[in-house]
């Protein structure tokens, strides 16, 4: 009886916290924004792991972050099949696609890591971002499952990738309505990835990333999120649809204008840890650093 009772006392167990890590594909062009992202995790979020990506020809000019962050090789997470074309240009051949572009490469290579890196929660969150108040998984995390962005913006392009993913997981495109699943820090969790990956294989029959390389565009957040979704549902996904607003993006905003840069940094929504300063925009890094400081120190 007294064991008895011992049990009938013992608090339920709960399972762990998802293990989470930042992961970040990046290139030499946005070096001077991966040291700033980099930098800023270190202050915001500083017991967070963070994984970089880099092709191997771009190694040596990141290797001073690697006490900061682990660094793995584009080459390391692509099979033998698939190899850059020599030079600069961002082409790479393959024995089972179309030549194909560097930047559905980068697409192939975030479902790569997000299956084999190790961690149960990867995080994606490219080089023009960078965190500007403390940041911790509680964030993205409710209990145990994981905030997958999922809003209602839907243009043409947004609506063809969707219909891209149902085919390649063998759904019928008008069962599965378009929704946004594209941003700036997106959860993926790991035995989904590989599911999906099971998934895109058993439906074309072919390797995954020939699959996927074999495609004039695509998109991997709307792959997932059609998956989990479609597939999974997001009762058996572990994942939580959210439109948590965890990144300020300069989409649609003239940065070179000194008022709008301005009028960028002047506010933000509570829920806002980061912002992307787009690459394209034409910004200097250094310009942003300023505003990024006096954040820093306001959170502190």
């Given at each position: 009886?007294?064991?008895?009772?011992?049990?009938?006392?013992?608090?339920?167990?709960?399972?762990?916290?998802?293990?989470?890590?930042?992961?970040?594909?990046?290139?030499?062009?946005?070096?001077?924004?991966?040291?700033?992202?980099?930098?800023?995790?270190?202050?915001?979020?500083?017991?967070?792991?963070?994984?970089?990506?880099?092709?191997?020809?771009?190694?040596?000019?990141?290797?001073?972050?690697?006490?900061?962050?682990?660094?793995?090789?584009?080459?390391?997470?692509?099979?033998?099949?698939?190899?850059?074309?020599?030079?600069?240009?961002?082409?790479?051949?393959?024995?089972r696609s179309r030549p194909t572009r560097g930047w559905i490469?980068?697409?192939?290579?975030?479902?790569?890591?997000?299956?084999?890196?190790?961690?149960?929660?990867?995080?994606?969150?490219?080089?023009?971002?960078?965190?500007?108040?403390?940041?911790?998984?509680?964030?993205?995390?409710?209990?145990?499952s994981v905030a997958l962005l999922d809003v209602e913006f839907?243009?043409?392009?947004?609506?063809?990738?969707?219909?891209?993913?149902?085919?390649?997981?063998?759904?019928?495109?008008?069962?599965?309505?378009?929704?946004?699943?594209?941003?700036?820090?997106?959860?993926?969790?790991?035995?989904?990835?590989?599911?999906?990956?099971?998934?895109?294989?058993?439906?074309?029959?072919?390797?995954?990333?020939?699959?996927?390389?074999?495609?004039?565009?695509?998109?991997?957040?709307?792959?997932?999120?059609?998956?989990?979704?479609?597939?999974?549902?997001?009762?058996?996904?572990?994942?939580?649809?959210?439109?948590?607003?965890?990144?300020?993006?300069?989409?649609?905003?003239?940065?070179?204008?000194?008022?709008?840069?301005?009028?960028?940094?002047?506010?933000?929504?509570?829920?806002?840890?980061?912002?992307?300063?787009?690459?394209?925009?034409?910004?200097?890094?250094?310009?942003?650093?300023?505003?990024?400081?006096?954040l820093w120190a306001e959170a502190t």
């Open positions: 009886m007294c064991v008895v009772a011992t049990l009938l006392m013992e608090p339920p167990r709960h399972p762990p916290s998802p293990q989470c890590t930042l992961v970040t594909p990046t290139y030499l062009p946005d070096l001077a924004r991966c040291e700033l992202l980099v930098e800023s995790v270190q202050r915001c979020a500083p017991t967070l792991s963070h994984h970089l990506v880099v092709d191997h020809r771009d190694l040596r000019h990141f290797q001073h972050l690697s006490d900061r962050a682990t660094i793995i090789t584009s080459e390391d997470l692509l099979p033998w099949w698939v190899r850059r074309l020599p030079g600069r240009k961002s082409l790479w051949l393959s024995l490469i980068q697409q192939v290579l975030k479902i790569a890591v997000a299956s084999r890196v190790g961690a149960d929660v990867s995080m994606f969150c490219d080089s023009d971002v960078a965190f500007v108040r403390p940041f911790d998984t509680s964030k993205v995390l409710t209990d145990d839907v243009n043409d392009e947004v609506q063809r990738w969707t219909t891209t993913a149902a085919g390649l997981l063998g759904l019928d495109a008008t069962t599965v309505p378009a929704r946004g699943h594209v941003g700036n820090l997106i959860c993926w969790r790991q035995p989904n990835v590989v599911a999906m990956i099971d998934r895109i294989e058993a439906v074309t029959g072919r390797d995954w990333r020939a699959a996927l390389m074999r495609l004039p565009t695509f998109s991997e957040y709307i792959l997932y999120g059609t998956h989990t979704r479609g597939v999974q549902g997001y009762s058996m996904s572990g994942h939580h649809p959210s439109t948590v607003p965890l990144v300020k993006a300069s989409w649609g905003v003239d940065m070179r204008d000194e008022r709008s840069f301005d009028d960028f940094f002047s506010s933000f929504d509570p829920a806002t840890v980061a912002v992307m300063i787009h690459s394209k925009d034409g910004i200097d890094p250094t310009r942003y650093r300023r505003r990024l400081e006096q």
